[in-house]
């Protein structure tokens, strides 16, 4: 018996147990999904980096903001609201299976080098607290990489509570405090008659035009704002997704906004450039900030806000592609029912124990080969660039949805959805191409040979994936099955009622 | 309608695909939790040097502020803002320049996004500033510094 089919109000006298499960099933309230996002989307980690840019950090925000992060917001809230699932199914119900894998797995690989690079950092930023020679220790970093992938795979096989709770926690004493802290000294030392340390005229406002560089600026800034839609999956959990997940989501963006404006424009106010010194990570401008103050105490204080602020992101993302890639596994038999177990809280252990296995291997050719953490920032260049591929099937499919299902009951409607889509589209068109023009880091080789590395990781650990879980797949993997495309876990109260 | 293949296998021990039959709640993962983030900021107040503003501490400060003039590189305010933030041996700067996975982490602090996959150009002010910060308070992390960074293709932000 599923509890899916079931409709609440007409199992309340006759089916006991199905409703008693449905009764107890709501268990994210909008507030929670909205500090989860927020901690899946922004962190203090990109305010050093952006106060480099002074009062023109503003304009690299609002650009790409503009013209990328509210067609992803607007547009997820309406799929969201009209199909539980996420991206696999939003993907599916408009081009069919084999792409709604393609558009789930681009999401799900990019974490593949996104969690060691992530918890590098976490290493890096908890030796700064404790002793700044351990960030070039190799079995420091791996240590800590390994420790806490595990340790946050464990809280996530708690379930989704855990997850939740922990996640919107974590943003909330990480992100929101540590931010407000940060906006409200540097208010203080502006009004305290110090001179901003960056220039704030209105000519400011313009970055430096630097050729093809200010253009990648922009452009590749769109990427600040990427992982809006990954709690979508999550969406059945809340009690009314139609009306609730848009709300969601236009929180979740004014709260990135101010984050990511106010952080770094605090920073600028303070830091000179000349001495931001980014290789310590977002410690250094820290506690430079805090020198200023003769508030130096706070420096360890903030830096494990810091920390606790990426791990609740980290523990956000790890419940939320894999969850995409279980449903799509389960409902068209495209990964083994081993990886398809659920523990009793219902989350795919196998899957995050064989990522763990993955991240850990990876961390340790990251700490202990010069020449991987050299040039691992390259892996994470090409797990972008398959990021954007999903972005670019979810725009394509919220305007065919549109057309072929318009009677469709929506919780919400993205106005001038058209516009929306080809604002989104060609953004992440536009951010795909410049994936393949070399950065500052990249003095190996020419552009050619540059391109070619990128773009054979890509069409390896994208498309090429994803074609060969098509090909192995077997009819009898499926284990859960969707006439109408329904999730594999039990659908909203609201898709019941349809 | 939906409807359930096999409720019993091969979907694990579990047969009912219910994310939400929720049994038990999280008090102990959140008090253990919270617990851990006490212990380790306790940790940190007691291992984390805050930097040693002293005469010595003055006296860098000065040369740094000598040699980003020189530079043409913007600066802070007042001294006082350089010794604070740096002390007497910019510990936090000086042990962390010139190593692979430092370096690595540089790279990732101008990356954007939340998979931080996106890299941003590199500002010049930015190695230029630390370059002098390494030059005035640890000269031994210099080349190293240098031959890493060299190749670099830099983003200028000041204008001319």
Redesign the interface.
Same mark, same amino acid.
């Given at each position: 018996m599923s509890v899916a089919a079931t409709n609440p109000s007409e199992a309340a006298g006759t089916l006991a147990a199905p409703l008693r499960i449905v009764a107890k099933r709501n268990v994210i309230s909008w507030k929670t999904m909205t500090f989860m996002t927020v901690s899946v989307v922004c962190s203090l980690r990109a305010a050093p980096t952006m106060a480099v840019f002074g009062l023109g950090s503003i304009l690299l925000y609002a650009i790409p903001a503009v013209l990328f992060f509210v067609p992803e917001t607007l547009i997820s809230a309406e799929l969201a609201s009209a199909w539980p699932g996420g991206i696999y199914r939003w993907v599916t119900e408009a081009f069919g299976p084999k792409i709604g894998l393609l558009a789930v797995w681009c999401q799900y690989a990019q974490t593949i080098f996104y969690y060691p690079a992530l918890l590098a950092y976490v290493a890096s930023t908890l030796a700064y607290v404790v002793d700044p020679r351990l960030a070039s220790s190799g079995m420091f970093t791996a240590i800590v990489i390994i420790g806490v992938y595990w340790a946050a795979a464990i809280i996530s096989g708690r379930g989704m509570k855990a997850v939740s709770g922990l996640s919107s926690a974590g943003s909330i004493i990480g992100t929101i405090i540590p931010g407000i802290v940060l906006v409200g000294l540097g208010i203080a030392y502006l009004a305290g008659g110090h001179a901003s340390a960056a220039p704030m005229h209105v000519h400011d406002l313009l970055p430096a035009w630097a050729g093809i560089a200010s253009l990648v600026l922009v452009v590749n800034n769109v990427l600040s704002f990427d992982g809006m839609e990954v709690n979508a999956v999550h969406v059945s959990e809340l009690k009314d997704p139609k009306r609730e997940f848009p709300r969601v989501m236009f929180w979740s963006i004014g709260i990135c906004m101010l984050v990511f404006i106010l952080s770094a424009l605090a920073v600028a106010w303070v830091v000179p450039n000349s001495t931001v010194s980014l290789t310590a990570g977002v410690m250094q401008a820290f506690s430079n900030l805090f020198g200023v103050f003769h508030l130096g105490f706070m420096t360890p204080v903030v830096g494990v806000m810091i920390i606790l602020a990426m791990l609740s992101g980290m523990i956000a993302w790890l419940a939320g592609p894999s969850t995409g890639l279980l449903l799509i596994g389960r409902e068209e038999g495209f990964i083994p029912p081993y990886f398809q177990k659920l523990n009793k809280q219902g989350m795919q252990m196998n899957i995050f124990i064989w990522q763990g296995i993955i991240t850990s291997i990876i961390a340790c050719l990251y700490a202990f080969i010069p020449v991987v953490s050299d040039a691992y920032w390259i892996f994470e260049v090409m797990t972008i660039q398959i990021y954007l591929v999903m972005y670019l099937l979810m725009y394509l499919s919220a305007m065919k949805l549109r057309k072929s299902q318009p009677d469709r009951p929506r919780g919400y409607r993205t106005p001038a959805l058209r516009t929306m889509c080809g604002m989104g589209i060609f953004t992440t068109v536009a951010a795909f191409f410049l994936g393949f023009d070399p950065p500052s880091q990249f003095h190996s080789g020419g552009t050619l040979v540059y391109i070619l590395i990128v773009a054979g990781g890509v069409g390896i650990m994208g498309p090429g994936a994803a074609l060969l879980l098509d090909k192995i797949k077997k009819p009898h993997w499926k284990t859960f099955q969707s006439s109408t495309g329904m999730s594999a876990f039990a659908t909203s109260s609201t898709d019941a009622k349809e | 309608?939906?409807?359930?293949?096999?409720?019993s296998?091969? @979907?694990?021990?579990?047969p009912?695909?219910?994310?939400?039959?929720?049994?038990h709640?999280?008090r102990s993962? #959140?008090a253990f939790?919270a617990v851990f983030?006490a212990v380790?900021?306790i @940790?940190? $107040?007691v291992? $984390?040097t805050?930097?040693t503003n002293n005469a010595t501490a003055t006296t860098k400060a000065v040369a740094l502020e000598t040699l980003?003039k020189k530079e043409g590189?913007?600066?802070?305010?007042s001294l006082s803002?350089?010794s604070?933030?740096?002390g007497t041996s910019a510990?936090? /700067?000086c042990?962390?320049?010139g #190593?692979?996975?430092?370096?690595?982490? $540089?790279?990732?602090? $101008?990356? /954007?996004?939340?998979?931080?996959?996106?890299?941003?150009? @590199?500002?010049r002010? /930015?190695l230029?500033?630390?370059l002098?910060?390494l030059d005035t308070y640890c000269p031994g992390r210099v080349s190293a510094f240098v031959r890493h960074f060299h190749?670099?293709?830099?983003?200028?932000?000041?204008?001319p």
């Open positions: - | 309608m939906i409807q359930e293949l096999d409720i296998s091969p @979907v694990g021990e579990h009912i695909p219910e994310r939400h039959a929720y049994t709640n999280n993962l #959140y939790t983030i380790l900021i @940790v940190s $107040f291992t $984390f805050r930097p980003l590189l913007p600066l802070p305010t803002e350089i604070n933030s740096l510990a936090g /700067v042990d962390t320049s #190593y692979n996975l430092t370096d690595a982490i $540089f790279n990732q602090q $101008f990356s /954007v996004g939340a998979t931080a996959g996106r890299t941003l150009p @590199v500002e002010e /930015v230029d500033g630390q002098a910060i190749a670099y293709d830099l983003y200028q932000l000041s204008r």
